[in-house]
């Protein structure tokens, strides 16, 4: 665990600069706009510690899979959004000495992220060997209101000397992936040019044949005056610059704005790349700096007033959760179904970029509540179009009749992931793809999804499911063999409680959507039952018998659900009883010791036992928490939200708060000692849950709004906004007391504190949990 | 499976030339001699499918490991003896036209490789574009005489032209293994020289610094009478050369004596390397290609004195078994305990040719029977020699006190393989391990190799089992979590029977070593007890505890002891009923799909009852066998052996013939497809104990020969020979009859067909089966 980041409600500050922690700084103060994301790398050249790193949605490479020992069914590569061109770079010479932290003497060092605004930011004081002084500053933003545009502001000031400074934006496109399998270099160099201030490269990747086109301009001025130096301009592979070298005397400054813009053959022909690229620019140029930032801004201050969650009297808590929904929006915009969100979102190249069940299961709940439903919605078509591919994938391990096992990781639908325990064996995650198509109905009231898209998706995964069970003579129940659950510290076990609870789960919302679908939209079911061979009587009979057979392992004595078969034979020692030095255990212990362990890594039978906590008591909930939260070493990201949330549900409030506490300043303190790969992005929906789902208490049952709130003892108030089916609410919870506005023009009807009410359009009401009698 | 292998009872005959099967024909008619292999390159170049290999006994490369995804524990390197070089080399030009079988028109074909002589030799006529036709003849071997010796006689004839024929013979160390897994060489140059017709290459492995001199010598002939000719020499990088231009008119005889030497740095200081083949190369020189040759044979001849399996009326099983037996000698001789035996012995990459814990659960026998009790006990030592990097290994994973886990894979030690599920899990090993102590002794009746080796190996080992195994609150017994049995088609189970049982019989006899030690050599007892720290009163306490508490799955109706916990889940459809297309499973079917069904890659319950057969009840036996076998896919070579085994001691004689033609011709008819790769060496000592464990029936039990032997249907009669304490003893057995010589000067006790009776020394015996009354 860190601590050199300043506390601030609404900025992200580290003063001094540490080159030791600079690729955890780098993925701190990462910015992005959905489009694109770009690690806090420095503008100018440095020799030090560093992770580079420039992504763009969709853009990935087929990197050839690297395993030990080959299985039938792995997959042929691993899909990586890959490392792209430099487009932030000026290279900065002063009396021809390099500008570079690493190597010169650094008087003062200030960075800066303001969320509010979007705005990454440095101002430092260095001397150089030879005694010179400069005053750097340095803005930089990808714009959210043109996603095509990133700018930068970068300003030299001579502070002790006279004489000349030399400036040279660029674009670099021969960069590399750190994760590469096997050394090689993705990018191929299409086109590049150069004139005066104005330039373009032009990359191809290899096998996957996508071309980006990156334009930059810059204009720069003295003092405030324009420079009339003209530039000189380098071509070399996949590289062009533009240098001035500029007179100056002490107290002068050196300005450079520099436009990039970043266009894809994704969304453009590849002959006419440059050109679009070239309008980016030109829109960038017309706006300059000022007028781009003041766009961008103003959107992020409409991102917050929709989304922002705010707490007084803990500024701690405060900067992390708004890190977290800072974070989520720059990774996702929602805006192309195309794309999906990374683990790392574009802040680092592990998990590659690509897609996991963490979106389904952590993010998806943030974007129902603080974005439009078209949001969510993409995130389910998202999967609804890797379909034919997660029935591809069924049929390569062996299945048929059009089951659908969608991947572990992907961006095109296409398995990525190589190690047979999660890639054969966690599917789990099949139903948590079903989950979500409940998840978004039953948020939304969006019915009708199901009828062109969910009913497909269930279909194929219902199958899957009914197939991949088999009957066990011994036990006459159903059993789900060889599987790994949520918690990736047990493989190949026998009869998960969660995934023999999400099969079961499936099967019976299947049935119902197809209950739905037959009545209400007839003909499209008579369709849809041609396309898929649907035989109703027979399959949906099988489906029936599992659900009616289905194994549980269970505990009679202890009146438990256990995680798998055959967990009580291991040691139950608490998590608490180790040594502090055997933890993290993934990191002590060797992998045989983990796996005959009773660590649980992430909830698991909890996990079910989050998503359908009203199939269960209270008592029950509580029982199972009691067990479970002991032996769990919440060594994923993923792991305290889910605990925190179960444990506010049940009344376990200091819990919730301790468990809430675990990840929500897990990158700013980097707690798990590895944001320097990058930032845990999908966790932090998980956080955002913690909140409103924990705190807040916040569930849709019924097509009605559920609020349970508390508050942490530590804080004075909190307050976040949902949308809820039209109407935007802002709940602000204190000390036994919420208060409700309604901004929107329909009433709400909703339930608080388990009594029922309805909440008029456009107005404020205070309730209180208090009752004196 | 492929036929093409000619029927001979000494010899393997391949008429005609089938390029797409020369990889397979390259590895069955390697030569060896334990120190060196060499698979069946061809000497002239060829450019078309090959896989090169020449290897060395203890050469070895630690190649970095490559895993997908790394887990802790895993090691850093695969250790791979490794392709060095090529000694056999003689570039041969007609007419200036490369000789390449690749490309010349080939107008007959024979290679051979007498078994009884050590010979592999090849007639061969091709024409090339231009008309010329010449009759190549080859002979070469790798001396069991003098083991740094091979040589080569090697004739062109020129059959209808005049002219000239170049040949050149040189040493190549510039190889390449094709399993570099980061495409490396591993091979470095130290010097090389090359005076007229005598030169040398000595190499150094890279990382391990072996090196090794490589020397050759020839002496060319036209038809008999020496070639005047001065040689040509020449030098490259790794490489020497020296030809001659030879006039030739129609009907010239060709003829070039090639003589290698190879030394090693582990015999020998490097400095003097050069001086040591040089030597050897004299030695060679001196006795000329037929004297070499026939100290070599006389040598074979007197292996197979000893050690010859004769089945009459059966050639293609006559020429399965002296294959076996053959291969086998080749590939460990059994002097040096530095050396083991690697699954492909030196015919090929796969598996690094290092050790496994095939050694001792398929090979020692023969070696114990076959060969002095030194060989046998070289073995042991080998194990014992590495019990610091066992204790070292089961350190890491995580176990204290001086625990010894032996690795799966190994050259030097330390563990090379990298699947979790194989490395740290697959630990019936350790209990091979310490069940090949007892073998020994109890074959050879030599108590004493306990005092000074087998105690402190038994100690290692009973000590990781000590703390491996778990208390289960549940059941009340001790469990044994996470691990893979011999059947590696069930990964991560819990009490797999076989690993619990050799857990329980491994403390069981480490007490009874201890309670002989401590009678039969107090002293050397009480050091032991301060070396290992050795609390014995606690420790065979606890070890006690296990034995009586030992959980070991069970199904009461079945009356059926479980492969492991949660068999009978699965659904049990027998081998039979698969559709052949499924078949083998490992190339049909995903991963996954093998890990849930029931079926066996090898025996594994039936693995400890082939072992303890005489701890089960032969109803016990049979039981098992009906419910095991029909399960059982035989994936492993080292399967069918084991259920021939147990089936001839059940009465199953038919079912034991079928499985021991399954394992008896694996290579020579490429049975499963691999044998490109190289033999399956250990496997073959499977077969011999097929024969004679499984047919003959021979077992040791109380210091006691136990001989209940059957002739399969098929057969007319088969004779095997076996050492035991002092005696060599024929074992002919035909229809109802048994005849037994005694060869040696002392009489031997033992028991046939159920009857006590004493052989008297040098004299034969004929026992009838039939009694008629």
Redesign the interface.
């Given at each position: 665990m860190k601590d050199y980041i300043i506390h601030h409600e609404w900025k992200i500050i580290e003063e001094g600069f540490r080159p030791e922690y600079n690729r955890i700084s780098e993925s701190i103060f990462s910015i992005g706009n959905g489009n694109m994301g770009q690690r806090a790398n420095f503008e100018e050249h440095y020799s030090g510690d560093s992770l580079r790193g420039a992504y763009i949605a969709g853009i990935y490479y087929p990197d050839k899979?690297?395993?030990?020992?080959w299985?039938?069914?792995y997959p042929e590569y691993f899909a990586k959004i890959i490392n792209s061109t430099n487009w932030i770079g000026i290279r900065v010479l002063v009396n021809g000495q390099e500008l570079d932290l690493a190597t010169v003497k650094i008087l003062s060092f200030r960075r800066e992220l303001n969320m509010r605004h979007g705005l990454l930011s440095r101002l430092f004081r260095v001397e150089f060997s030879n005694g010179n002084q400069v005053e750097v500053e340095s803005e930089r933003f990808l714009s959210i209101a043109d996603r095509e545009v990133g700018a930068i502001k970068y300003s030299v000031k001579a502070l002790n000397f006279s004489g000349e400074i030399s400036v040279t934006p660029y674009l670099d496109g021969d960069v590399f992936n750190e994760d590469s399998n096997y050394d090689e270099k993705f990018w191929v160099e299409i086109h590049k040019e150069i004139q005066k201030n104005e330039g373009y490269v032009t990359l191809e990747t290899r096998k996957t044949k996508f071309q980006v086109c990156t334009g930059m301009f810059f204009r720069s001025f003295k003092n405030g005056e324009n420079i009339a130096i003209p530039p000189q301009n380098k071509i070399q592979p996949k590289f062009i610059s533009a240098g001035q070298v500029v007179p100056v005397k002490e107290g002068d400054t050196l300005t450079v704005e520099k436009y990039a813009s970043t266009v894809t053959s994704l969304n453009y022909p590849v002959k006419k790349l440059q050109g679009f690229a070239a309008k980016a620019i030109q829109r960038a140029a017309e706006k300059r700096f000022d007028g781009l930032f003041a766009e961008h801004k103003q959107k992020w201050l409409n991102e917050w007033k929709f989304s922002d969650i705010k707490i007084e009297g803990d500024v701690a808590a405060q900067q992390g959760i708004r890190f977290n929904i800072f974070q989520l929006k720059q990774s996702y915009s929602g805006e192309d179904e195309r794309f999906n969100i990374g683990p790392k979102g574009f802040t680092g190249e592990k998990y590659g970029g690509v897609t996991y069940w963490d979106t389904e299961a952590y993010c998806l709940p943030f974007y129902l509540s603080t974005a439009s439903g078209e949001i969510s919605k993409n995130l389910l078509l998202y999967r609804y179009k890797h379909l034919p591919k997660a029935i591809e994938n069924a049929k390569?391990?062996?299945f048929a009749n059009q089951a659908a096992l969608y991947p572990m990781v992907t961006i095109n639908g296409e398995e990525c992931h190589?190690?047979?325990?999660i890639t054969?064996?966690e599917i789990h995650r099949n139903g948590a793809i079903a989950y979500a198509v409940y998840n978004y109905v039953n948020y939304t009231g969006n019915k009708e999804y199901l009828a062109p898209y969910g009913f497909e998706v269930l279909l194929g995964i219902s199958r899957f499911w009914s197939q991949r069970v088999?009957?066990?003579?011994?036990?006459k129940k159903y059993?789900i063999?060889?599987v790994t659950g949520p918690n990736e510290y047990e493989?190949?076990?026998?009869n998960n409680f969660h995934t023999n609870y999400m099969a079961v789960w499936t099967l019976k919302y299947t049935l119902g959507v197809i209950r739905y679908v037959k009545v209400e939209f007839p003909y499209l079911f008579e369709e849809l039952i041609r396309k898929w061979k649907f035989n109703e009587l027979k399959e949906t009979g099988k489906w029936k018998d599992i659900i009616d057979h289905m194994y549980f392992p269970f505990?009679g004595e202890k009146q438990l659900y256990l995680q798998q078969?055959?967990f009580?034979?291991?040691?139950?020692l608490p998590v608490s009883k180790l040594p502090k030095s055997d933890l993290p255990i993934?990191?002590?212990?060797?992998?045989?010791?983990?796996?005959?362990s009773p660590y649980i890594k992430q909830a698991d039978t909890l996990q079910s036992m989050f998503w359908f906590e009203n199939e269960f008591t209270k008592d029950e909930l509580k029982r199972h928490f009691d067990f479970y939260e002991p032996l769990t070493v919440h060594e994923s990201s993923l792991s305290p939200c889910i605990h925190s949330i179960l444990a506010a549900k049940i009344g376990y409030l200091e819990k919730s708060y301790q468990m809430y506490l675990r990840t929500a300043r897990l990158d700013l303190d980097d707690y798990n000692n590895d944001t320097d790969d990058g930032l845990h992005i999908t966790s932090m929906g998980g956080t955002w849950m913690a909140i409103v789902m924990g705190f807040g208490g916040l569930r849709v049952v019924n097509d009605k709004l559920i609020l349970n709130p508390f508050i942490p003892g530590k804080w004075k108030s909190y307050t976040f906004r949902v949308d809820f089916r039209g109407a935007h609410l802002c709940f602000e919870i204190k000390k036994d007391q919420l208060i409700i506005t309604n901004f929107s023009a329909v009433s709400v009807p909703l339930v608080v504190w388990g009594d029922e009410y309805v909440l008029n359009k456009k107005s404020k009401q205070e309730f209180i949990k208090e009752i004196i009698e």
């Open positions: 899979t690297r395993v030990g020992w299985k039938n069914g390569n391990l062996g190589n190690e047979w325990e054969f064996e088999n009957w066990s003579e011994e036990k059993v063999l060889g493989n190949n076990v026998n505990d078969d055959g009580l034979d291991k040691e139950l993934n990191q002590k212990w060797s992998w045989d010791r983990i796996l005959r």
